[in-house]
């Protein structure tokens, strides 16, 4: 297997806190499924960007800002993020 | 209270390796920082309803695993851009099967 000089795999530890915080404290998640959540969170980033250059290109930008990303949510069928993405962008900005 | 602001303010995963992903994707020239950051939230909050997901449709509540995750991926809409990475898995008898029966309709039809 050849050396990738880029890691696009997220830090193992730090998506099964994620995974634990979201689930009850009994049950389990097999080692295979989160590998596999870790995998979909890194394609998750490719296609989340895809979609937000889409929009910063509509707008002829070349530069994706936070409201591309919300609107890519969208896109995408993930409306139910939208909402705590304004809520955590405005929390920035106090 | 305060403890959600923080959740909210603050990144689990690191902007370091979400900048190196979101960089990879073609055509990408600029990410503002908070396109970002919430690109980084973004992602948490898709592991969580992943796993969620995965669980809620297990059978076994306590036991959740990869088939659990390839059924959702397979079965709810905005799953689909996963199904290539988390195929459902077949045995090997029934896909060498599938090839056999296949190749006998080939046969039949020329």
């Known amino acids: 297997m050849a050396e990738r000089p880029e890691d696009l795999n997220l830090p193992n530890a730090v998506v099964t806190r994620i995974i634990k ?6 049950v389990n998640i097999s080692k295979e499924a989160r590998l596999a959540i870790s995998k979909a969170a890194s394609v998750f980033v490719l296609y989340a960007t895809s979609c937000s250059n889409n929009f910063a290109v509509k707008s002829k930008r070349k530069t994706i800002n936070a409201q591309d990303v919300i609107n890519a949510m969208e896109d995408m069928e993930f409306e139910q993020f939208m909402e705590p993405l304004k809520k955590c962008l405005e929390g920035t900005q106090n | 209270m305060a403890e959600r602001d923080e959740n909210k303010v603050q990144s689990v995963l690191p902007l370091s390796r979400i900048r190196t992903i979101m ?3 073609p055509d990408t020239s600029s990410i503002s ?3 970002l950051f919430l690109t980084g939230k973004a992602t948490e909050l898709f592991v969580q309803n992943l796993a969620r997901v995965s669980m809620e449709s297990s059978t076994d509540k306590v036991n959740v695993g990869y088939t659990d995750l390839a059924n959702v991926v397979n079965s709810d809409e905005n799953l689909q851009f996963l199904q290539d990475i988390i195929p459902k898995k077949i045995k090997a008898r029934e896909y060498l099967e599938s090839l056999k029966k296949s190749e006998e309709e080939e046969e039949l039809s020329t």
């Open chain 2, 33 to 35: 920082n908070e396109a």
């Open chain 2, 23 to 25: 960089k990879s994707s």
């Open chain 1, 21 to 26: 915080d979201a689930i009850p404290e009994n």
